[in-house]
């Protein structure tokens, strides 16, 4: 029997939380569905124990990972209707976590869910409190531009089919096929029960790394707005925000000797994603000059 629900699991290199994701995995209270695993050549042990759990089993070479083409390989390789997606390192919480995180694509017009990501017990009080933003109730990131995660979602294979994840993309793939859905009026829930821990303490290179990136592909995804994107507001208004926001968290938990740390995530934070989001710009033109 072909199964409704599809769980796309990626990994590389997270021994330290692979066996309790799968073993969350394997206690959920719905129970049919197919897992397969994505490694992207994990050198730690971690593609045994995910070949060993899956059902179908795919390994992507060192060097060659590019989350486009791999997600949508995975897609095609998937038999559900219903494609869930869980990082290795974002473990389920609870028995019901794919029940909650699928209900609304079968009981409403939803096309697509994510999850809540709870930071780990070892995050540092600003990645709680980012994550307290970005996750939480939602009423936060409703009021953002946009906002959607694919480390823990679910989405309906017929949507995916009429527009699969870009391939150009090196970073935000999923932002880009979520802001796609709801250019197009295709509703997706934000499911707070559907709780996933999932954090990292990044150091200044990976953040650097990640926002850069990040930036890069907002230019791609959404253009340039002068409102939006100028340098004060960009960068200084997005950076003054940032740490406006941090002390006053940090004074109401008596932590001011995080300051700062605070002056120098955010700094970097901010000058990343304006960077990359500048070279990004630069990207597009030069693609629609030479389209």
């Known amino acids: 029997m072909t199964p409704q629900i599809s769980i796309i699991l990626r990994s590389r290199n997270d021994a330290a939380y692979v066996r309790a994701t799968l073993a969350s995995i394997e206690r959920q209270s719905i129970q049919g569905f197919e897992l397969l695993g994505v490694d992207n050549d994990s050198t730690d042990g971690t593609a045994s124990h995910v070949r060993i759990a899956s059902d179908r089993f795919l390994n992507v070479p060192a060097g060659r ?23 290795c390192d974002a473990t389920p ?9 699928v209900r609304p694509l079968r009981d409403s017009r939803a096309v697509a869910t994510f999850g809540r990501q709870m930071p780990r017990p070892d995050a540092t009080p600003l990645v709680e409190f980012d994550y307290a933003r970005a996750f939480g109730d939602g009423t936060e990131h409703a009021r953002w ?8 979602a679910a989405v309906l294979r017929e949507v995916w089919a009429r527009h699969p ?34 954090s990292h303490n990044y150091t200044v290179r990976e953040s650097w790394r990640r926002h850069f990136g990040e930036g890069e592909a907002d230019a791609a995804i959404f253009g340039y707005s002068p409102a939006r994107d100028g340098f004060a507001r960009r960068l200084v208004g997005r950076w ?21 740390k605070s002056l120098a995530v955010r700094t ?24």
């Open 145 to 152: 531009h946009h906002f959607f995660s694919l480390a823990n």
């Open 268 to 291: 970097t934070e901010r000058l990343a994603e304006f960077v990359g989001f500048r070279k990004g710009l630069r990207n597009e033109r030069a693609l629609h000059a030479t389209g």
């Open 165 to 198: 994840f870009d391939e150009r993309l090196r970073y935000s793939e999923d932002v880009e096929w979520s802001y796609w859905c709801r250019q197009n009026g295709l509703p997706i829930h934000y499911v707070p029960a559907a709780r996933a821990m999932h």
């Open 240 to 260: 003054a925000a940032s740490l406006a926001r941090d002390a006053k968290h940090l004074s109401s938990r008596r932590m001011l000797n995080w300051l700062p």
């Open 93 to 101: 919480q609870g028995h019901d976590w794919l029940a909650d995180l």
């Open 65 to 87: 990972y590019n989350p486009g083409p791999v997600l949508n390989r995975a897609i095609r390789a998937a038999r559900g209707r219903i494609l869930v997606f869980i990082n």
